[in-house]
């Protein structure tokens, strides 16, 4: 029987190679480093590539007011307050569940958040002294239509009027609903 051969071992890199290799990798990390920072021209205005392409159809005039409109907002930069704020935005359709519960979670927290209920089908009656007055325009809501995006509009509309709001929580009374926005995109 014939013995099988023995693996053979790979021969170490000269050490004329291995400087070779470290110029280049080097070389490679400081153009992608280049890069990185200094993008080509054409790469200069990350607005335009946000914004979606021009339709082959005509706009219409609140299309073309709001390109206008989000292209100024997302070229303007970020207004950074000294008492940043969380949003708190409730979208339910009557009285709030578990006020007094969320009494004790805002408890100690005074001046770091808002509240903004959209009640949607009767006006809530407020246990808590938290909510009262804290009610905004309401239209009725059903579950799944285009009303349910109105409201919460509506509740992110009238949260951005307070500056000082830099985070925005949207809670509803169905937990599939729940969402989280912020004001802190990835630049």
Known sequence: MKAAPLPRTRAAASPRRRAWI??????VSVVVVWAYHYPPQHYASP???WLPVEPD???????????VVFGHILSTPP??????????????PG??????????????????YTIYVHASREKPEHVS?????????????????ISMVDAERRLLANALQDIDNQH??????????????TSDFPS
Do not use: C
Not at 22 to 27: H, P, Q, R, S, T
Not at 168 to 181: A, N
């Open 47 to 49: 607005v335009s590539n």
């Open 79 to 92: 207004v950074r307050s000294r008492g940043s704020k969380i949003a708190f935005m409730f979208l339910t």
């Open 129 to 145: 002294r938290l909510f009262i007055g804290r009610d905004i325009h309401s239209d009725k809501v059903q579950w799944g239509q």
């Open 57 to 67: 159809r005509e706009l219409t005039d609140d299309e073309r007011a709001s390109r």
């Open 22 to 27: 470290l110029a280049v990798a080097a070389l």
């Open 95 to 112: 009285n709030l569940p578990f006020e007094k519960l969320w009494e004790k979670f805002f408890e100690g927290h005074e001046g770091r």
């Open 168 to 181: 925005f929580v949207l809670l509803s009374d169905r937990s599939t609903e729940y969402s989280l926005l």
